[in-house]
């Protein structure tokens, strides 16, 4: 009751739609965002929190209407551009996702979710050595970003920068959640280079062989 009580007297609809997300009624932020935005067209931060929401809830043409609009209201803002991106890249528009990133990072370039996505994108693209650039400053920031590093590893290998992948799956063996994915693709690239005692020794440290129990002998008593 007090939760409601203080929803009802938040001071803009901003505050009151991040109350209704904070308990899981995103349907109830998006109609108060929706029909601010109608009182105040102009309102650009309120068009992208309406867009994220409609995002989040996977209806991206609604979203990419009002993030549309954010970002022309406001051109300066990254995120008005990045949250377009994943609009756009749901609605299947990749090349205004990808556009959409590049002006993000153009105006922010370290912004870490803007490089991951770009990435993608780009490896999509067949454009390996631009994507492993950005990873590369993605996993600088996010050491634990495991994930990524594979990613960065395959756009590596995929570059022609075999040393630099094996060097990265190499260091995601001692990340025990994801050592068996890691040593696998290790293990691809190592054949691929016709380097099969090295390939075992990973297959080994992966998968160590079974020690064999010795046959107990029939005791004699």
């Given at each position: 009751?007090?939760?409601?009580?203080?929803?009802?007297?938040?001071?803009?609809?901003?505050?009151?739609?991040?109350?209704?997300?904070?308990?899981?009624?995103?349907?109830?932020?998006?109609?108060?965002?929706?029909?601010?935005?109608?009182?105040?067209?102009?309102?650009?931060?309120?068009?992208?929190?309406?867009?994220?929401?409609?995002?989040?809830?996977?209806?991206?043409?609604?979203?990419?209407l009002h993030?549309?609009?954010?970002?022309?209201?406001?051109?300066?803002?990254?995120?008005?551009?990045?949250?377009?991106?994943?609009?756009?890249?749901?609605?299947?528009?990749?090349?205004?996702?990808?556009?959409?990133?590049e002006v993000?990072?153009?105006?922010?370039?370290?912004?870490?979710?803007?490089?991951?996505?770009?990435?993608?994108?780009?490896?999509?693209?067949?454009?390996?050595?631009?994507?492993?650039?950005?990873?590369?400053?993605?996993?600088?920031?996010?050491?634990?970003?495991?994930?990524?590093?594979?990613?960065?590893?395959?756009?590596?290998?995929?570059?022609?920068?075999?040393?630099?992948?094996?060097?990265?799956?190499?260091?995601?063996?001692?990340?025990?959640?994801?050592?068996?994915?890691?040593?696998?693709?290790?293990?691809?690239?190592?054949?691929?280079?016709?380097?099969t005692a090295?390939?075992?020794?990973?297959?080994?440290?992966?998968?160590?062989?079974?020690?064999?129990?010795?046959?107990?002998?029939?005791?004699?008593?």
């Open positions: 009751m007090i939760a409601l009580l203080a929803l009802v007297l938040a001071a803009t609809p901003l505050e009151r739609a991040q109350g209704f997300e904070a308990q899981g009624e995103d349907g109830k932020a998006i109609i108060e965002l929706t029909n601010a935005v109608k009182w105040e067209p102009r309102w650009a931060l309120g068009r992208v929190e309406l867009g994220r929401l409609q995002l989040k809830q996977g209806d991206a043409d609604a979203a990419l993030l549309d609009v954010a970002r022309t209201l406001t051109p300066e803002n990254p995120r008005a551009h990045y949250l377009f991106a994943l609009a756009a890249s749901d609605a299947g528009r990749h090349n205004e996702a990808r556009r959409s990133l993000a990072l153009a105006l922010r370039a370290d912004y870490s979710e803007a490089q991951e996505r770009l990435a993608s994108v780009l490896v999509a693209d067949g454009e390996y050595l631009r994507a492993a650039e950005l990873l590369t400053a993605y996993v600088a920031t996010r050491p634990e970003a495991n994930g990524a590093r594979l990613q960065l590893a395959d756009a590596l290998e995929r570059a022609g920068r075999a040393k630099e992948a094996e060097a990265q799956l190499r260091a995601l063996l001692d990340m025990p959640q994801i050592k068996t994915l890691a040593g696998r693709r290790l293990i691809a690239l190592l054949d691929t280079q016709g380097r090295d390939a075992q020794k990973v297959r080994h440290l992966i998968d160590p062989p079974k020690r064999q129990l010795r046959e107990l002998k029939p005791s004699r008593r």
